[in-house]
């Protein structure tokens, strides 16, 4: 007996948040396996930003969840609709939810190139509980200099989704 196809994947059935920036803490981050700027190679960081929670090791990504009081370094960039779409990809919310993140709306201090600091809203991909349960945590506020001081390398230099 032969396996189905796969149902067509409804491209009309995703919705944006509203957001128009986004805060990326890992693998997203400049240098990272998924960096952002592989998805818009004319994008800009636009500053930096504290997350707090608390940062999980989930392999060769982190995750964060937003209860408790740690710091968490954040790059913010601009975001249109199509990059939201590509990061919901990544992040496993889209075409298919997986289950391990959410996306929330923060209003949180940017502190832009420049140093000047304005309040932002933010979209950020936060784990959720089942994700992170049973997780070791990480006590270091940028994920990115924490893996790499761990001497982890990412198997692959293509994308690489949350599943993988």
């Known amino acids: 007996m032969q396996t189905p196809a796969p149902a ?9 948040c509203g957001a128009r920036h986004v805060a990326v803490y890992g693998t997203l981050r400049a240098g990272g396996v998924n960096d952002i700027a592989r998805l818009d190679p004319d994008i800009l960081c636009l500053g930096l ?9 989930l392999g060769w990504y982190p995750g964060l969840r937003l209860q408790g009081t740690q710091a ?8 249109d609709d199509a990059l939201e779409q590509a990061l ?17 709306l923060l209003t949180l201090p940017v502190r832009l190139h420049g140093g000047v600091v304005q ?8 784990a959720l ?3 992170v349960q049973g997780r070791p945590g990480i006590a270091a506020s940028d994920w990115l200099a924490w893996y790499q001081a761990q001497g982890r390398v990412h198997p692959g230099t293509a994308f690489a989704l949350n599943s993988e």
């Open 8 to 16: 067509p994947i409804d491209a009309s059935s995703w919705r944006p």
């Open 49 to 57: 930003t504290t997350l707090s929670g608390s940062l999980y090791d």
């Open 72 to 79: 968490v370094l954040a790059e913010v960039y601009p975001i």
């Open 88 to 104: 919901d990809g990544i992040e496993g919310i889209w075409p298919r939810n997986m289950g391990e993140y959410a996306k929330r």
């Open 119 to 126: 309040d932002m809203e933010l979209l950020v991909y936060e």
């Open 129 to 131: 509980p089942p994700t």
